[in-house]
């Protein structure tokens, strides 16, 4: 049977580091690229005799990813002692939640070719990062160094189901599930830096069988690209491994980037494997229905909901509106700057076009800009009016950008404004004519090419400041069109 004979079936496994300043059991920093082993302290170095404390904030969080993702926020859950050894685990157990984690049951509404897919969301739980163990033979003498920085840096996992039939899915999954979090403030979203990245368990099974195949587990996929590699590949492979006879093993597999494969790692462990036991330095966690109630009320709205409501009251396409949306300061910012512009779509693709622009090449944060969206509006309008041509207005626009000044300011100061003085433009445009009548004579038998040869004398007579709409209109009646 080919691959195409296969269903491919696949559930992530998410771990997002919540936006703590302070690690989940102790007071250490979780900022990222300090010194190696520089924020730690005894409780996140395993000492003996230490106890860890709860961040709240933590909790906080989790509870308002749960309700944002429709799930049940458990009363009562239980942390618990993931037991392995590995030299980036200094206590030699990781503090977890198992069998009862603090959220349950939700979903997250995707958007697949053939309309919209719910995808289930088994579960949310709150542990505790590892350390990073670093490989670098030329810095080390081969030696391999452990940083833990990382170790106790608040980690929320997120478990989907197994709903997931393609890798394009998955991608749309983890890109939607991003927006989520980051519109929610709990998670940054940087895949680069390790605080938002995901495990995929990737299986295959014959196109019209219910029976899931032995699944294996991916991991070191740290890109949206590298996730959609790693699961056509190993589908792939899986599919090769039973049409040549043999057993898709239950392994950990590791993404190899440099060589596009997948190649095992480690033999896939069970939760018996794990020594799984309720952690005896903390209480079980108990959410209070006020703190369920403040995080509800305090909620945002959601990026699908976003987009969905700037297609209908700006009348935006849906390409539009997923760009403008995808970050929360951007579409905020597109809707103070809505409330002086009277077409969105105009300001829609000014945002996607010019200011994406500037904002890309200048590495700015939407944050940053120095110029008001009043003052957006008002450079708009003079484009509208006919002031100022649009590709002025981008100049305008860039020096906006660097010194916030007012756009009035600046087209006055370079000269910029368009001449729109109907007899100002009629009389270069008699003159152009005048001089080029062999070309006139040309246009009038049929050649109707030259029509742009008469609108670029007119501009370059112009030095480009000739209202461009209104030389079209007297050329148009002076040719007799």
């Avoid at 799930?71 to 200094?90: A, G």
């Avoid at 929610?184 to 014959?206: I, T, Y």
């Avoid at 590949?233 to 997948?262: F, H, P």
Wanted: glycine share 8%; aromatic share 8%; hydrophobic share 35%.
């Amino acid at each position: 049977m080919p691959l195409s004979d296969f269903q491919t079936v696949i559930g992530l496994e998410v771990h997002a580091q919540l936006l703590t300043q302070s690690k989940i059991f102790c007071g250490c920093s979780t900022a990222f690229g300090a010194e190696p082993n520089h924020h730690t302290c005894p409780v996140c170095l395993g000492m003996p005799g230490v106890l860890p404390v709860l961040n709240q904030r933590v909790v906080e969080y989790a509870v308002r990813t749960g309700l944002a993702l429709g799930c049940t926020v458990k009363p009562t859950s239980v942390w618990s002692r993931k037991n392995y050894f590995y030299p980036d685990l200094p206590k030699g157990y990781q503090i977890t939640q198992y069998d009862q984690p603090i959220c349950e049951w939700g979903e997250l509404v995707i958007d697949t070719p053939s309309g919209e897919k719910t995808v289930r969301v088994r579960r949310i739980h709150l542990e505790e990062d590892a350390g990073k163990s670093v490989h670098d033979a030329s810095a080390s003498a081969g030696q391999s160094l452990v940083d833990l920085n990382r170790a106790g840096v608040p980690l929320m996992e997120i478990v989907s189901e197994p709903d997931l039939r393609d890798a394009d899915e998955a991608v749309e999954y983890l890109k939607a599930l991003r927006d989520v979090l980051v519109y929610l403030g709990v998670n940054d979203g940087n895949l680069e830096e390790g605080s938002f990245r995901c495990d995929a368990n990737v299986s295959v099974m014959p196109k019209g069988s219910t029976t899931y195949g032995q699944r294996c587990e991916l991991k070191n996929l740290n890109s949206f690209r590298f996730l959609k590699q790693a699961i056509e590949y190993e589908a792939a492979r899986q599919v090769d491994v039973i049409e040549s006879g043999g057993k898709v093993d239950q392994e950990t597999r590791l993404w190899d980037v440099n060589k596009g494969i997948t190649r095992s790692m480690r033999s896939k462990e069970d939760a018996h494997d794990y020594r799984y036991f309720p952690e005896p330095d903390l209480p079980p966690l108990l959410v209070s229905d006020a703190l369920r109630d403040s995080q509800r009320q305090s909620l945002p709205e959601l990026p699908r909901a976003k987009r969905t409501r700037f297609m209908g009251e700006y009348g935006l396409p849906a390409y539009d509106a997923r760009i403008l949306t995808a970050e929360r300061p951007l579409a905020d910012f597109f809707e103070a700057c809505a409330k002086h512009v009277s077409d969105a779509k105009k300001l829609s693709n000014w945002f996607l076009g010019e200011l994406s622009r500037l904002l890309k090449e200048e590495g700015t944060p939407i944050s940053a800009l120095r110029f008001t969206p009043a003052q957006l509006g008002e450079l708009l309008a003079t484009v509208e009016k006919g002031t100022v041509s649009a590709n002025a207005a981008k100049d305008v626009l860039g020096e906006m950008f660097r010194t916030g000044r007012p756009p009035a300011d600046i087209i006055a100061e370079k000269g910029l404004a368009q001449v729109s003085d109907v007899g100002a433009v009629e009389a270069v445009v008699d003159d152009i004519l005048a001089k080029n009548a062999g070309e006139v004579e040309k246009y009038k038998a049929g050649k109707k090419s030259v029509y742009g040869f008469f609108v670029g004398q007119v501009m370059k007579a112009m030095k480009g400041k000739g209202n461009p709409g209104l030389v079209n209109e007297l050329l148009k009646k002076k040719l007799g069109d």
